[in-house]
Every structure is written in C-alpha cells, then in structure tokens.
C-alpha cells in the first residue's frame, strides 16, 4: 500500500484553466517532492519542499506544503497542453531515507 | 555528467528466464534505488541502497534481488521472471544527507520490461 494518497486520481481541464492537485500522508513529511512524467517518458523534477508552510512556484506551477507538513498542493495556472502528463507527488520521512510516491494524477488540457 | 545510466531501454523475457537490469549514477550519491510503474499504481519502491554493501527492501521486493558492491552501481536482478513483472521500471539516485536537507532525486529513462 502506498502511504501517499494524490487526488484526483486524473482530471481534463479547458486549455487556460486553473488546475489543483492534492497530496496527503497521515504522517509527518521530511521531504516532499513534485515530479511530473509524459506518458513513456521519463521523469521530470518539478520542485522539493521541506519546512511547514513553504511555498515554492516555476512559472506557472506553484507547489504548497502545510504547516504540519502532513499535505501539499500544486496548482498550474492558466493551463496549456505542454502541462499534461502524470504529477506524481513523492516523500522522505524523518529518519528514513526511503522516497515513496503516490500512485500519480493523470492530467489532460483540452484545446 | 551522465547523471543516472539504465540498460537495456527495452526487454523481452520468457517465463522463467532471469535478466538483470542495470544502473548507474556518476555523482557519487549515496542513495540508490529501484521502482516499478504500473498504469494508475504510480512509483512503487522496490529496493533501496543507503551506500555500498547496504541494502533494503521497499514495498514491492519479492521476485528481485539487488546488490551493491560500489557507490555507482546497483543492478536488479529477476531470477525467474513471471507476466507480473511486466512493468517499467526506473533506477533513482541522490544524495543522503545526515542533516536538515533533503536532495532531489534523479532518475534514469526507464527500462521497459516485456515478459511473456
């Protein structure tokens, strides 16, 4: 089972709109990371995040982690085909050097 | 820097038979490891390294072997390959840091793996 759960699973949005993706632990992160993958490909580093609160952007995707550092987001705005793909969101915890993914979020812009 | 090296980029395999899939890093991380993807199951971990002559298992481990004689590489190994391995798998690599930041990690192209 996979300890970081993405919502939504996959969504389509209009060429132009603004988009959220979701990820949550029912644990304390130490690191959080953003990636983003086109189908067959390999894997893009998008940003990393580390202390409660911090928010970081690139362009048009800005990447959020709580306080508790137990959930973040990332928000695209103003959407445009080059941002489809699968954003998978990935965590360390304390003490533990493992990275573990969630299962991804599958996102399709419409023209 | 080459950064993260897998071969072969694609495979097809028998029941049965083994293979061993390699990987590489040239930026002397620490940390190594080994995922599958799977269509809508995302990145699961299947073995990692913390440095040579470490290693652990992940998530998903039965049917894979690893080892890690040097800091660069860390080849998985299927010792009888079944359809449920069919799969891409991706090797990782960053550096393991002991105090307060983490790294980012880097990934190589992926390995697609076929067993029929």
């Known amino acids: 089972s996979q300890e970081l759960e993405q919502s939504p699973q996959s969504l389509i949005v209009q060429e132009g709109k603004n988009l959220t993706i979701n990820c949550t632990s029912s644990k304390t992160l130490y690191g959080l990371y953003w990636y983003k993958q086109k189908y067959g490909e390999g894997l893009i580093f998008l940003m990393m995040l580390q202390k409660g609160g911090e928010e970081k952007s690139h362009e048009k995707i800005t990447a959020k982690l709580d306080e508790k550092k137990q959930q973040s987001s990332l928000h695209i705005t103003a959407s445009q085909p080059s941002h489809a793909g699968i954003y998978l969101c990935g965590a360390t915890k304390l003490n533990d050097y493992k990275l573990s993914f969630g299962a991804g979020t599958t996102v399709t812009v419409r023209a | 820097n080459a950064g993260v090296t897998q071969t072969p980029k694609f495979q097809v395999l028998k029941t049965g038979q083994s293979m061993t899939l390699q990987c590489a890093q040239d930026m002397n991380h620490e940390y190594m490891s080994w995922y599958r993807q799977d269509p809508g199951m995302g990145l699961r971990l299947i073995h990692y390294s913390v440095g040579a002559g470490i290693t652990d298992q992940g998530e998903v481990p039965n049917g894979y072997n690893v080892s890690r004689s040097t800091t660069e590489d860390f080849p998985l190994r299927l010792l009888s390959a079944a359809p449920s391995q069919t799969s891409v798998y991706f090797c990782?690599?960053?550096?393991?840091?002991?105090?307060?930041?983490?790294?980012?990690?880097?990934f190589g192209q992926g390995t697609r793996l076929t067993v029929v």
């Open positions: 990782a690599s960053r550096i393991t840091n002991w105090g307060e930041q983490t790294t980012e990690a880097f």
